[in-house]
T-cell receptor, first 114, second 111 residues
Framework: GENVEQHPSTLSVQEGDSAVIKCTYS??????FPWYKQELGKGPQLIID?????GEKKDQRIAVTLNKTAKHFSLHITETQPEDSAVYFC?????????????FGGGTRVLVKP | DGGITQSPKYLFRKEGQNVTLSCEQN?????MYWYRQDPGQGLRLIYY???????QKGDIAEGYSVSREKKESFPLTVTSAQKNPTAFYLC??????????FGPGTRLTVL
């Protein structure tokens, strides 16, 4: 089955700096890659996603890039703010996966220091 | 106001008890999912359902059971066979090839 590795597990940045989280996946058939943000005690919130026919996608201060050849994708947060502090999860899904199943990475705890 | 609701927010179980976690969605989504999250870890799939009256085991289904009698509802029962049930349980739903949307979660603690 699919395996998703996520790095780093923790990331501390100064407010205003950029944060980058990287994920690798094992199955080249995966074609959908969402990113989730989870605040303490809450459910994950979908913040951005990308499909395999696109190399990059941006939404205000966040962007995701995908390198299908290398089987890795990254989340970029620019001009970080304290409210960006949370745990971020990447995930991958294959086109023939029954029920649109997602395989999640282990998560990255991001701390933005004021 | 569309969304996914989970109840209760906190649940306490005694040894040997079965407990049921509720998940309801009014998004008209076909598929629903249950995940377990342990402290500092990612999400692991317990069960999922693509349509009413049909569901499949995920990666860690042992000790859990589900039903899908209505499109809007996907309750999860944690049985006494689940030896380490203390965790944060998350329900999600999706439609087509869109991403999954999560509920607020239920924190289950074994006393």
């Amino acid at each position: 089955g699919e395996n998703v590795e996520q790095h780093p597990s923790t990331l501390s940045v100064q407010e205003g700096d950029s944060a980058v989280i990287k994920c690798t996946y094992s199955d080249s058939a995966s074609n959908y890659f969402p990113w989730y943000k989870q605040e303490l005690g809450k459910g994950p919130q979908l913040i951005i996603d990308i499909r395999s026919n696109v190399g990059e996608k941006k939404d205000q201060r966040i962007a995701v890039t995908l390198n299908k050849t290398a089987k890795h994708f990254s989340l970029h947060i620019t001009e970080t703010q304290p409210e960006d502090s949370a745990v971020y999860f990447c995930a991958a899904s294959m086109p023939k996966a029954a029920g649109n199943k997602l395989t999640f990475g282990g998560g990255t705890r991001v701390l933005v220091k004021p | 106001d569309g969304g996914i609701t989970q109840s209760p927010k906190y649940l306490f179980r005694k040894e040997g008890q079965n407990v049921t976690l509720s998940c309801e969605q009014n998004l008209n989504h076909d598929a629903m999912y249950w995940y377990r999250q342990d402290p500092g870890q990612g999400l692991r799939l317990i069960y999922y359902s693509q349509i009413v009256n049909d569901f499949q085991k995920g990666d860690i289904a042992e000790g859990y059971s589900v039903s899908r009698e209505k499109k809007e509802s996907f309750p999860l029962t944690v049985t006494s066979a689940q030896k380490n049930p203390t965790a944060f349980y998350l329900c999600a739903s999706s439609i087509g090839r869109e991403g999954q949307f999560f509920g607020p979660g239920t924190r289950l603690t074994v006393l």
